[in-house]
Structure formats: C-alpha cells, structure tokens
C-alpha cells in the first residue's frame, strides 16, 4: 500500500529568510515524483519539509490526509523513509549492522534484538538494494555506490510506503546512477511504493519520473508529467540553457544541451 502527501500554501524560512513561498503541491499515491530546478530554487528544502524533518513551517503538509504534524516520530517513520544527501556511518560498523538501524521504528518498548520480522524486513532490503554479498563487510571499505546502496536498503528495512531520497545519484558514476535509479524504479513498479525524488539530471527526471515538479526561487512554476513539463522553451526560461530534445532508440526523450540562453551554440 503507498501514500500521498499534499501540501498547501507552505512556507518555510531559515535563519530568518524565506526559501518557500506559499507553495502548494500533491504527490500521488503509488507515483515516482521528482523535483527538480536549478541551484537554489528550493527542492532540498521543500524535500525535508515534507519529510518531517522541518517543523518550522506555515501552512499544511498532509500524509494520507492527515496533518503531518499529528504523526509521532516513531509512527512517522513506519510510513515515510528518507534517504539524504548527506549520510555517514560510524566507524567499524558492518552493513548488516546499519541496515538494522532502520527497524527502530518497529522495535517494542524492551526489544533489545531483532526479532522474526525485523529479520525478514532486513533481508529483503539487503537483496532488494543488492547489497546482500557484502552484508559482513564494514561501511567504510565500500565503493561509493555500494554505500549509496546499503544506506538506501536502511531506508528500505523501515518498509516505508513513501521513500524521499535527496539527489540519490550525487557522486556516482554512470553505472552505479542507472543501478541505483533502476532499483528506485522496481520499488514503485513491483512493490507500489511512492516515490519523490529530487534530481539534479534532466535525463534521469524524463526516464525515471511520472510526474515532475519544477522549481525556481522556491515557487512551484509548473507540475505535470515530463512530457508537459520539460519542454524546449520551459527548460530555457527555467535553467537558462537551450537544450534540443530527442527521442532514443528506447522510446526515451533525452535532452541534449545546446548552449547557455543568449548565447550561440558551438557547431554555428
């Protein structure tokens, strides 16, 4: 079963200036929204307000219809998990040991071990993420993906109905991107989870979304699929770059940047 969030004239201010101005926005249900816009525009922002994790906010921000400030952090994070994008694991700690810090949430007043179930959640995030082969392998001696990986299996051992992840392929190669983009996309498409995402590649956004939400000085200028929303000219006024689309050998549209707006492309 998956969630959906709406939130209404949503403001939020740090260290006393305004970063989201009086933005409403939905995500559906059993969905892969991303969120995307240039430097600045507010996604990081917007993502953590809806993840509970700024409550320092006007406005309203529901989860399954019901206010997210209602929600006590256990029960929270029974239905949402977030992957960051910042995270560290301290050292000497195995893999298997830090995906079994995302069972908190499940754990009874005087658990102190996991039981049948969490040991269940923990196995299916580890194969589900693959990371499985090096469950006994300390954090610290993996790849950059790999980590990526184990830390998005933490998220997913919480068996969430919602997953946030904020720019879940930063510093990856490309294959790790597409390994890692494609296990968030089985999530949705075999599990029903929803999923939003802030992504910094236009491509991935085209590829891997259902929906798309486009920033700019923390305002919403336009929402929709990736078809109605990552047209030629929006992508010039918004991102300030001319970008010529094209569909690949797929099906895909790909965007292929041009050169920066006012400016004359190189091959002229």
Known sequence: MSAGMTARNLCVKIAGKEILHSLSVDIAAGRRTAIIGPNGAGKTTLLRALAGLNRRYTG???????????????????????LPQERTAAQGLTVEQLVTYGRF?????FQTRA??????????????????????????????????????AMALSQRPRLLLLDEPTTYLDVAHQLRVME????????????ILMVLHDMAHAMQYADEIVLMQRGRVVHAGTPADVLTEERIADV?????????NSRGIRVPSPVALVGERSASK
């Open 60 to 82: 309203e921000i529901c989860l399954d219809g019901r206010e997210l400030g209602s929600y006590a952090e256990k029960e929270l994070a029974r239905v949402r998990a977030i």
């Open 183 to 194: 296990i968030i996309s089985q999530l949705n498409r075999i599990h029903g989870m929803t």
């Open 105 to 109: 949430a499940h754990a009874g007043l």
């Open 239 to 247: 991102f300030g770059v001319r970008v010529e689309i094209f569909t």
């Open 115 to 152: 039981d049948a179930e969490d040991r269940e959640a923990i196995a299916w995030a580890m194969e589900t993420a693959h990371v499985s082969a090096f469950a006994e392998r300390e954090v610290h001696t993996l790849s950059g993906g790999e980590r990526q990986r184990v830390f998005l």
